[in-house]
């Protein structure tokens, strides 16, 4: 039987969020009435207590449910399910990608239009270092970007993870494949695009074994940059703390990297950072290598 005052229900309307509005604490205060104790003194009550009673008593002969493995499928389904779910969350969210590649393609034109031409002459010592700085910067720059759009997909999908892994589904490994495996080929068409726009317009040589290299090492940076930011969103309880410890990161790897300390001034225990800037390190070495750098080999020995 109804309590008075409890609307009725409209036609085509919810039963789900009909049941929401009318158990509402405002509804409560409106009627002055207490559901809670209500439902306490009505026979249902009584009713469904001498079934909970009964049901939570184990029949005779009965064995305790016992489950082999917590997840319904192995190890590889799971990761495919993991993911297909994956990549369909990518596929429907172009806003993301697109800001991505908007932000690659500006990048590259920027630094390569700043750039311009700087290494089609390396006869001084400050073109070295120009292009030097144009590489480092360029492909910095493009991977810190990447890390800061990459951390609130990874935190929105944090809550659907913990739900899903709580029901079984699956384990927090095949999601984290899942989660790497999908972004490598968005990265690979983002360093090709990023990489074919700048190159040219720096003037560096068209050789396939350079450009190959080329392209090899900013991937890897990019990369893991991008890894980075969705580890530090995996280790931290909220995202601002994961955004205010990869800024940290940002600035210490900056520092650290080889390019505005040299490397042999770095304490040996701090030379892990310069992996920040391998692909610069590698044009340095065939920049010292080339004659036209005989004159000043001293001094770059300084300088890496």
Known sequence: MALPGIPKIKDGYNPAAWMLDITSFSM???LN??????YHNSCLYGKYQQIIEGLSRPSTGSKDLCLDCMHSHGFLTQCMACLWKQHWSYWRNPEHNAIRFLITVTVSVLFGTI??????DLS???????TLGATYASALFLGFTNTTAVQPIVGLGRTVFYRERSAGMYSAMPYTIAQVVIEIPYIVIQVQ????????LIGFSWMLAKFLWFTFFVLLSVLYLTLFGMTAVALTPTQELAALISFFFFILWNIFSGFFIARPM??????????ELR????????ARASKSFLKFTSDLKLIF
């Open 124 to 130: 001084k010592q400050q073109d070295l270092l120009n």
């Open 115 to 120: 750039f311009r031409g700087v290494a089609l």
């Open 279 to 286: 692909q610069s390190i590698y044009l340095g070495k065939q």
């Open 28 to 30: 409560e205060t409106n």
């Open 193 to 200: 695009v990023f990489v074919l726009i700048i190159y040219p």
């Open 33 to 38: 009435v207490d559901f809670a104790q209500v």
């Open 266 to 275: 770095i304490p040996l225990w701090w030379r892990c950072w310069e992996i």
